[in-house]
């Protein structure tokens, strides 16, 4: 990329309508990098939308094999960036360079991953109820379900992950693998980074014969109020704070025609240690629980940030490790200016509060993030005091101690809903607080037993989202191939003749799906 003015993608084309310019910065020394952007305008939005708009009914209709062959081409063409494209990422994000290479590395398999899901078919969801002319009292006409996008998707990049939820990342592959076309909104954090994505996009595009207006890139403040407004977009993915995704919500619930925002905001991911563990092994916990904290600078959206135990010698010996650990822990960079200034905030916040005290960290500081431990009353979460369900983005975690199995259900209780929750146990606790898995079950979308939140595989069975603030919408998730339910909607003809239907309806059954026909699953052809 040269020494230029950066511009928006929109319909396979770059555009420049405005005069205000965006500045990339270098995140760890805050010094202008040689790239700027053009801030779009209103009516750049409006160009884009109408764009995706233009090209969602041919996109959708195409096979899931071309589709999958488009996904396919975006993971080429992103694993043939070199390592220039790797040393921009880092001076962006302040991230080194193996946590880039090996994000870059999930992004594509995450893109190949959803077209398997486009080449299996399972995501058609393909029923059929034949007909029934004779019976009575009524008739029952022949029925055929299947599903296809929504339309349009407007996208958020995240701010913590400048890959996999990002330009290219989850929401952009499943709103694609669904048929949808994209508008993505680039992250100011990141918009060089952006823009050789976007650009590896558009080549893939352009190479596998794809509508030019299936994904379009604006850069700038005050854009996505315009762009969730936006008559064309069906709807949004975002990741990002909990002011941010319920600004978006509210908006979206506003319009005239109401759309989806499947937005994930905030988690405090509580990790619950039982007495059994902690006897065992509590100095090896406090070893592993720091280190979960301090991964990537606590830049987590799944980063324990409230840790509860019960009260007992084991609990006490644990925490002076816990203690001692997280004190010798090094400052790290964080994202940006913006992210460090919202940690100070943070810390700021908890730690002036009476019922709060200071275990763990310096001062500090205005450069780097310093991690910090700090211990507080469990009377918070049962008078549901809202301080300890604040997210504090960065590498800090709160410690909650309990009286007993009852104040811990308690406790447990009060919790808002949450990304994950973890049971640090042995085969004992498990048995001795068995009541705790049906009540976590209500408040979480993913459980782990004796791991650490950090760290989303990209599969079939994962679930990254929650009730909310945990997102927008717990019925779905954002990590994992069940993502692409979100930007799916069910269609039932009903008496249509076959060779009129979508293939995955047809008698033939060309695709070799597998189908709920008369309430039973088959993958033969109908006679």
Request: contains cysteine.
């Amino acid at each position: 990329m040269s020494d230029i003015l950066g511009q928006q993608f929109i319909d396979g084309q770059r555009s420049a309508l405005g005069g205000e310019t965006l500045q990339s910065l270098d995140a760890s020394t805050g010094q202008a990098l040689p790239y700027a952007f053009h801030q779009a305008t209103e009516h750049e939005v409006e160009l884009a939308v109408a764009a995706a708009s233009r090209a969602f009914a041919p996109y959708r209709q195409l096979s899931p094999q071309r589709r999958a062959e488009f996904l396919e081409a975006i993971a080429e063409e992103m694993d043939d960036l070199g390592d220039d494209f790797i040393r921009l990422v880092c001076q962006e994000t302040a991230l080194p360079e193996g946590r880039i290479r090996g994000e870059r590395g999930r992004t594509t398999g995450q893109l190949r991953l959803f077209a398997q899901v486009l080449r299996r078919g399972d995501f058609l969801g393909a029923r059929i109820d034949r007909a029934l002319p004779e019976r009575t009292p009524l008739p029952r006409p022949d029925l055929r379900q299947y599903r296809i996008g929504v339309g349009p998707v407007a996208v958020f990049g995240a701010s913590n992950f400048p890959l996999a939820f990002s330009t290219a990342g989850g929401d952009t592959a499943s709103a694609l693998a669904a048929g949808c076309p994209v508008v993505f909104k680039a992250h100011s954090g990141h918009m060089a980074t952006a823009d050789r994505v976007a650009s590896a996009i558009v080549r893939a595009a352009q190479r596998t014969g794809m509508p030019s207006g299936v994904f379009n890139m604006i850069y700038g403040a005050g854009v996505g109020q315009a762009l969730v407004k936006a008559e064309g977009i069906k709807a949004v993915g975002f990741t990002g704070s909990l002011k941010g995704g319920r600004a978006l919500s509210d908006l979206a619930a506003a319009r005239p025609q109401p759309i989806p925002v499947f937005a994930e905001m905030s988690s405090i991911n509580p990790v619950i240690l039982l007495p059994e563990a902690l006897r065992n092994r509590g100095g090896q916990i406090a070893e592993e629980l720091t280190a979960s904290v301090n991964l990537g600078c606590g830049q987590f959206c799944t980063s324990p940030g409230l840790i509860i135990g019960l009260r007992s010698p084991a609990f006490t010996q644990f925490l002076d490790a816990f203690a001692h650990s997280m004190g010798s822990q090094p400052p790290q960079t964080m994202l940006n200016a913006g992210a460090l200034n919202s940690y100070r905030k943070g810390l700021q916040h908890i730690a002036k509060h009476e019922q709060v005290d200071h275990l763990a960290g310096r001062i500090q500081g205005d450069a780097q993030a310093q991690p910090q431990l700090f211990k507080a009353d469990v009377q918070l979460l049962l008078d549901g005091d809202p301080l300890l369900q604040e997210e504090i983005f960065g590498p800090t975690t709160v410690v909650v101690e309990v009286a007993d199995q009852t104040q811990l259900r308690a406790a447990l209780n009060s919790l808002h809903g949450q990304l994950t929750a973890t049971l640090i146990a042995e085969l004992l606790d498990l048995e001795q607080f068995a009541e705790l898995l049906p009540l976590l079950e209500d408040k979480v979308g993913r459980l782990l037993l004796n791991g650490y939140p950090t760290g989303v595989e990209v599969s079939d069975a994962m679930v990254h989202g929650g009730p909310y603030p945990a997102t927008s919408d717990a019925r779905g998730t954002s990590v994992g191939t069940l993502a692409i339910d979100r930007f799916l909607r069910p269609v039932c003809y009903q008496n249509y003749p076959d060779q009129c239907l979508p293939p995955a309806l047809q008698d033939s059954n060309p695709l070799g799906l597998d189908r709920l026909v008369d309430g039973r699953w088959s993958r033969a052809p109908l006679s």
